[in-house]
């Protein structure tokens, strides 16, 4: 890739957190692109060693910075948000460092977002590595908030979302994983949410560009490969917790107002609902995470937070006990 030509600059935003593997393989397909302005930059989140001088060594093309310490997806990426908006770059991309990107996949972003003005968010299907039979597997196709139900609806089917994309646009959201973003409706809105370090950041910063008026678009003509879990079950506790709290967060802030009765009750419900789900199933961190998530959003305790649930009694006895007594209890 090289910067000199006539089309839209890109800076692509990417974290490595411990990840040395993962991002050797992102980049390694990103030197493959066939973009012709594009310039990397590679953000090592406070990883335990010293992983940024590995990946130097190995592409000493691409722009390298550290933080000292983790500052989640959302500060990580805000700091690369910035330097874009500063550089003067068109786009930013920001891409998992666990995604492998086809030659031709960022330029059909890039068009996508061109072709009309009103388009701030451009994301990729996200598909999983194929399974032994070959069958291809969808991890993301677009989706929608279903503000009544409390509910992210993400069918399989492109034509479903094609339907619903051009009935309910303001209702579209997309996932972070390859997120194309026009650097110029950042530079109005602001950047990722920081409160909620990592997870629903996707969710709340799609509805902040909807009400701003600009459009979600999917572009259904390329699928990105993303290396990740196929189970959400299979995650580790700091997910579950992440989840848990910024859920809380996202639905009680964004939720329409005349919607709004009883949410938080609804979602603490949810919540300890899946924690006995996770405690039942052996997994009783994560049971515990999801519990300890809803009491730092009732408590306001956002942003990067210890995970202190593991020791918490109380967390373990809220999983497997009356999740509805507890629920109405914390409302």
Request: hydrophobic share 35%.
């Amino acid at each position: 890739m090289n910067n000199r030509s006539a089309e839209p600059r890109v800076l692509i935003s990417i974290l490595n957190w411990n990840g040395l593997e993962e991002t050797k393989n992102c980049l390694e397909s990103l030197r493959q692109s066939n973009y012709p302005s594009a310039h990397v930059l590679v953000i090592d989140n406070g990883s335990r060693n010293d992983e940024v001088s590995l990946l130097k060594k190995d592409f000493p093309e691409f722009e390298f910075l550290r933080n000292e310490q983790n500052s989640g997806f959302a500060g990580g990426h805000n700091r690369s948000i910035s330097l874009s908006i500063e550089r003067g770059f068109d786009f930013i991309w920001i891409l998992n460092n666990d995604c492998t990107v086809g030659p031709e996949d960022l330029g059909k972003l890039v068009r996508l977002a061109e072709s009309d003005p009103r388009i701030g968010l451009v994301s990729p299907v996200i598909v999983l590595p194929p399974l032994a039979d070959g069958k291809e597997r969808y991890q993301f196709s677009g989706a929608w908030h279903d503000w009544n139900s409390l509910m992210t609806v993400r069918p399989t089917d492109l034509q479903t979302v094609a339907d619903m994309e051009a009935r309910q646009p303001e209702n579209m959201w997309l996932t972070g994983t390859a997120l194309l973003a026009r650097c110029s409706m950042l530079g109005e809105i602001g950047g990722l949410d920081e409160r909620l370090f990592a997870y629903y950041e996707d969710n709340e910063i799609s509805v902040r560009a909807a009400r701003h008026g600009y459009l979600n678009k999917m572009a259904f003509d390329v699928k990105l490969v993303h290396h990740s879990f196929g189970n959400s079950f299979d995650r580790p506790p700091h997910y579950f917790y992440l989840c848990s709290r910024n859920e809380m967060v996202f639905w009680s802030e964004n939720t329409p107002q005349h919607l709004k009765r009883k949410v938080r009750r609804r979602l603490i419900c949810r919540s300890f609902c899946e924690a006995r789900s996770l405690y039942d199933s052996g997994r009783k961190e994560q049971a515990k995470a999801c519990v300890a998530g809803v009491r730092d959003a009732l408590l306001g305790r956002l942003g990067k937070r210890k995970m202190e649930f593991l020791n918490a009694w109380f967390s373990g006895l809220i999983a497997r006990n009356f999740p509805y007594r507890f629920a109405r209890i914390f409302d």
